[in-house]
C-alpha cells in the first residue's frame, strides 16, 4: 500500500503541501470513542510554527470532520479528517527555473512521478501533511489514554547539546515515567531541562541566522502498554513502529532502548533482569527498550530517532536543473524551518500512537477500545 499504513486500524494520508487540503482517514476505529475537539486542537497547536526557531508559514489548521463521527464520538465507521490549506505562496516553487534542493524529495519525486507531481511547497513529501496525522495520532492518543497507555516524546539531542533522558530525570526526581510524560506533553518546546532547552533553542536561531539548519535526537517512551503485544517477525513491535516511524519526513533513524550503544556492552551488562514486584513480572534494566523477540514484556517501549537537519536553507547550494538536468546552483526561496525536530516531536508521538493502536486491535478486537 503506498499511502496507507496498519492492519486492524489503517490510515490514509492524502493531499499537497499547497493544495486546497490535506487530510486523513481512519478506518477500523471503534465505535464510541471520543472526538474531542479541545484535545485535537491542543495538539496541532504543539505542531504548529511559532517564532523564529519554525517556518513563517503559519496554518489555521481549522479541521473538518468530514464523516465517522456523530454526537462527539466516532461511529465506526471511516473518520476523514480534513485540513484546509490556506497560507500558500505558491509562486515561490516557479516551474520554469525548477532546480532540485539537495536533501529534500524534488528529484526522487520527479523520478517516480514522471513531472506530473505537484511540486508546490514540496507537495506530497511537505512537512505540511503531518498536520494531518497530528489530527489522526489525536484520535489513538486520547483512546490510548483511556487504557492507561501514555506516549511522549523530548528533544534528546540537537547539534551538541543534550537534555537528561526519561529514565536519569525519572530516577534523580523519585518519579514515574508516567508523570514526566504528563508535563512534558504539555510543553510547545518539549524538554526535561528548561536551561538545556534554552541552549537548543539558541543553537536553532544561530543555525538560521547563518541560511543553515540543524538536527537533532528525539526520544519517546510509550508507557502502560500490556505484555503480549506484537508478532515473532515480520509484524515485530519494533517493526511496525519503525514502519510508521521511517514514513514521517525527515526522520533518517530510529533505535529501540539502549540501542547503538549496546555494541559496548556484554550481554551480562545488557540484559535486563526479571523480578517478580508484587505479582506484576517487571525487569530491573531496561535496555531492550519494553520488547524482546518482537513482543512487548509490560515494560515501558523506549525509542530514539535521529531528525535530520531541515533539507531547504538558504546557503546557496549545487544542484541539477529538474528541466535540462544541467548542473545549476541552487539559492532557496520559501518559507522553511531552521529545524523540523521540535514540531516534528507530537508527529512522532501521533505516528507511534497509531501503530500501538494497530497493534492492540489486532491482538485483542476493534472493540477493545470502545468506551
Ligand atoms: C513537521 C515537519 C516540518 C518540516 N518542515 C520542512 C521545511 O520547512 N522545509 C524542508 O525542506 N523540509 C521540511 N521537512 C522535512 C521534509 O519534508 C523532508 O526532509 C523531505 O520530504 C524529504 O524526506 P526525507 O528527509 O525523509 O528523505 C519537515 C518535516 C516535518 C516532519
Redesign the pocket.
Known amino acids: 500500500m503506498k499511502n496507507t499504513f496498519g492492519q486492524s486500524l489503517q490510515v490514509t494520508i492524502f493531499g499537497e503541501s499547497h493544495g486546497p487540503y490535506i487530510g486523513a482517514v481512519l478506518d477500523g476505529l471503534a465505535p464510541g470513542l471520543d472526538i474531542s475537539d479541545e484535545f485535537i486542537k491542543s495538539q496541532l497547536e504543539l ?1 504548529r510554527p511559532s517564532g523564529a526557531i519554525s ?1 513563517a508559514r503559519v496554518e489555521a489548521d481549522e479541521y473538518v470532520i468530514a464523516s465517522g463521527a456523530f454526537n462527539g464520538k466516532t461511529t465506526g465507521t471511516p473518520l476523514c479528517i480534513l485540513i484546509p490549506n490556506t497560507n500558500t505562496r505558491s509562486k515561490d516553487y516557479d516551474k520554469a527555473g525548477r532546480v532540485a ?1 539537495p ?3 524534488d528529484f526522487t519525486a520527479m523520478c517516480k512521478y514522471h513531472g506530473f507531481e505537484d511540486y508546490r511547497g ?1 507537495g506530497h ?3 505540511r501533511i ?1 498536520a494531518a496525522i497530528v489530527a489522526a495520532g489525536a484520535v489513538c492518543i486520547d483512546a490510548l489514554s483511556k487504557k492507561g497507555i501514555i506516549i511522549g516524546t523530548h528533544i534528546n539531542e540537537l547539534s551538541d547539546i543534550s537534555d537528561i533522558s526519561f529514565k536519569d530525570y525519572a530516577s534523580k526526581n523519585n518519579v514515574d515515567i508516567k508523570d514526566v510524560l504528563d508535563t512534558v506533553n504539555k510543553k510547545k518546546f518539549a524538554v526535561l531541562d528548561d536551561e538545556a532547552g534554552s541552549k537548543m533553542e539558541q543553537a536553532i536561531l544561530d543555525a538560521a541566522k547563518d541560511s543553515d539548519s540543524v538536527g537533532g535526537v528525539l526520544e519517546t517512551a510509550i508507557v502502560g502498554i500490556p505484555s503480549g503485544v506484537g508478532e515473532p517477525w515480520f509484524d515485530s513491535a519494533e517493526s511496525i513502529l519503525s514502519h510508521i516511524l521511517f514514513s ?5 533513524g530510529v533505535e529501540f532502548g539502549a540501542g547503538f550503544d549496546m555494541v559496548n556492552k556484554r550481554g551480562s551488562e545488557f540484559n535486563d533482569p526479571f523480578r517478580n514486584e508484587n505479582g506484576t513480572v517487571v525487569t530491573s534494566t531496561n535496555h531492550n527498550g519494553g520488547i524482546n523477540g518482537g513482543i512487548t514484556n509490560g515494560m515501558p517501549i523506549i525509542l530514539r530517532c535521529a531528525v ?1 537537519p ?3 536553507i538558504y546557503k546557496k547550494q549545487q544542484s541539477i536543473n529538474l528541466n535540462t538536468l544541467e548542473n545549476a546552483d541552487i539559492e532557496i526561496e520559501g518559507r ?2 531552521p529545524a ?1 525536530i521540535h ?2 516531536r507530537v ?1 512522532v508521538d501521533s505516528v507511534c500512537a497509531i501503530a500501538i493502536y494497530d497493534m492492540l486491535a489486532s491482538r485483542y478486537g476493534t472493540d477493545y477500545f470502545t468506551n
Open positions: 505542531r517556518t534542493r536533501g529534500h524529495a514540496g513529501f511537505s512537512g503531518t514521517v519526513p525527515g526522520i533518517k535530520k531541515t533539507p531547504s522553511h524551518d523540523i514540531r516534528a508527529v
